[in-house]
């Protein structure tokens, strides 16, 4: 089993974002929740930074 790579949704509006790292590629990513918890819009994906990167590998990252 391969874990897919980790992503994050941002919200154009107020700059909130979430990275999501699946366990498994059993969980389709498309139906995960995409919608801004602060201004109710549905928020986009964007690539990861070096640094989110970096924490997604630590075994640590939950």
């Known amino acids: 089993m391969i874990a897919p790579r980790p992503f994050k949704y ?11 790292k699946p366990k498994s590629d059993v969980i389709n990513p498309v139906g995960m929740s995409s919608v801004c ?17 970096a924490i997604t590998q630590l075994s640590l990252w939950k």
């Open 37 to 53: 918890p602060k201004c109710k819009i549905q928020m986009g994906s964007v690539e990861l930074n070096i640094l989110e990167e």
């Open 10 to 20: 941002k919200c154009p509006k107020c700059g909130y974002s979430k990275i999501i």
